[in-house]
Nanobody, 121 residues
Framework: QVQLVESGGGLVQAGGSLRLSCAASSGSVFSIDVLGWYRQAPGKQRELVASISKYGSTTYRDSVKGRFTISRDYAKNTVYLQMNSLKPDDTGVYYC??????????????WGQGTQVTVSS
């Protein structure tokens, strides 16, 4: 089973940027069916923010389109989430997860430990 380790979270002012990293300890991020970035705000359900398939196709939730970019680095075996123009609503714990498509929905398989992102107004 692939182990994922996130990093890059922190405290940033609204309008600022952060780049989250998700390093895979075994296997290649390019061979995993789907890698997703999820987030969970206090008192809310975990939600999918962005995903990237092994073929390179990406998805984004509407609220982050045009601001967030998911990408992969072969040499570093890492998936990134570049977050620009951050808003207080982006605050939460961000998790990286392997996932697969099942009946039209993206089901997560294994999770990283999460990294906190806090956006101040």
């Amino acid at each position: 089973q692939v182990q994922l380790v996130e990093s890059g979270g922190g405290l940033v002012q609204a309008g600022g940027s952060l780049r989250l990293s998700c390093a895979a300890s075994s296997g290649s991020v390019f061979s995993i069916d789907v890698l997703g970035w999820y987030r969970q705000a206090p008192g809310k359900q975990r939600e999918l923010v962005a995903s990237i398939s092994k073929y390179g196709s990406t998805t984004y939730r509407d609220s982050v389109k045009g601001r967030f970019t998911i990408s992969r680095d072969y040499a570093k075996n890492t998936v990134y989430l570049q977050m620009n123009s951050l808003k207080p609503d982006d605050t939460g714990v961000y998790y990286c997860a392997t996932a697969h498509w099942s009946r039209g929905t993206l089901d997560p398989d294994s999770w990283g430990q999460g990294t906190q992102v806090t956006v101040s107004s």
